[in-house]
Nanobody
Framework: QVQLAESGGDSVQAGGSLRISCSAS????????MAWFRQAPGKEREVVAR????????YYSDSVRGRFTLSQDNDKNLVYLQMNSLKPEDTAMYYC??????????????????WGQGTQVTVSS
């Protein structure tokens, strides 16, 4: 059974940095897509970053490219999202999602079967 768990959410000031992580367990092999979605109050959930473990390919939305960076620790089955130059508009609940059915990484949340419980990131101005 695949399980995901996020950690590291916190409150920071604008311009600051934060690293959140997602631990994944239960995948048969290291061949899956992990994505970070976020949802702010009153807004739709959006994908901000994706990592395809085969080849460690990463993808970022325009809103975070250049500020957020994905990395993975295969030994610990962890994926990190390093967030720099944070802005108040980055405030949201951040969710990690994963699926191993695809070659590559989808962008639509309906294509992800496994989800974590979320971790709150709050950026104050």
């Amino acid at each position: 059974q695949v399980q995901l768990a996020e950690s590291g959410g916190d409150s920071v000031q604008a311009g600051g940095s934060l690293r959140i992580s997602c631990s994944a367990s239960g995948f048969k092999d290291n061949d899956y897509c992990m994505a970070w979605f976020r949802q702010a109050p009153g807004k739709e959930r959006e994908v901000v970053a994706r990592l395809y473990t085969v080849g460690s390919k990463t993808y970022y939305s325009d809103s975070v490219r250049g500020r957020f960076t994905l990395s993975q620790d295969n030994d610990k089955n962890l994926v990190y999202l390093q967030m720099n130059s944070l802005k108040p508009e980055d405030t949201a609940m951040y969710y990690c999602a994963a699926d191993d059915r695809w070659i590559g990484c989808p962008t639509v949340q309906a294509n992800f079967r496994y989800w974590g419980q979320g971790t709150q990131v709050t950026v104050s101005s």
